[in-house]
């Protein structure tokens, strides 16, 4: 019985180790310029596709409900087509939870549209935006 109650006390500290080192990461990658970074790298690869680039830069406001990004720009095989400057959204962090991104409001300072975009490869995913979570925006 002894030996149980002491298993029981390292599986507990085990885990209360594994939640501060998950607490800690999600720190690093939202509070820190670095972390942020690599987070919009993250984001950038998951918006784009075959035939389509997404560059996002300069995140801010992660958890707060106001997400900002200096910059998002979109590439395709002949280069930029369109960019988007000082990007604003009113969202709902926890609905990802749900997986849904749900946005009450997205805001674009300047929007620069270059030409429009060359049409994108067919592979029969007609419709979808590629992205791991629904998307909502009101």
Same mark, same amino acid.
């Given at each position: 019985?002894?030996?149980?109650?002491? &298993?029981?006390?390292?599986?507990?500290?085990?885990? /209360?180790?594994?939640? &501060? +080192?998950?607490?800690?990461?999600?720190?690093?990658?939202?509070?820190?310029? &670095? %972390?942020?970074?690599?987070? *919009?790298?993250? *984001?950038?690869?998951?918006?784009?596709?075959?035939?389509?680039?997404? !560059?996002?830069?300069?995140?801010?406001?992660?958890?707060? %409900?106001? +997400?900002?990004? !200096?910059?998002?720009?979109?590439?395709?095989?002949?280069?930029?087509?369109?960019? /988007?400057?000082?990007?604003?959204?009113?969202?709902?962090?926890?609905?990802?939870?749900?997986?849904?991104?749900?946005?009450? !409001?997205?805001?674009?300072?300047?929007?620069?549209?270059?030409?429009?975009?060359?049409?994108?490869?067919?592979?029969? *995913? !007609?419709?979808?935006?590629?992205?791991? @979570?629904? @998307?909502?925006?009101?």
């Amino acid at each position: 019985m002894r030996l149980l109650a002491l &298993a029981w006390k390292y599986v507990r500290y085990g885990l /209360l180790a594994l939640v &501060a +080192l998950a607490a800690g990461a999600v720190a690093m990658l939202t509070l820190t310029e &670095a %972390g942020r970074g690599s987070l *919009a790298s993250v *984001a950038s690869g998951l918006a784009s596709a075959p035939g389509r680039q997404v !560059r996002i830069s300069g995140l801010d406001g992660i958890w707060s %409900g106001h +997400l900002t990004a !200096r910059q998002v720009l979109v590439e395709d095989s002949e280069g930029p087509w369109l960019a /988007l400057r000082d990007v604003e959204i009113d969202w709902s962090p926890l609905a990802l939870l749900g997986l849904t991104f749900t946005a009450d !409001r997205v805001h674009a300072g300047r929007v620069e549209l270059a030409r429009l975009p060359e049409p994108a490869p067919q592979d029969g *995913a !007609r419709g979808s935006s590629g992205l791991p @979570v629904g @998307v909502d925006i009101r």
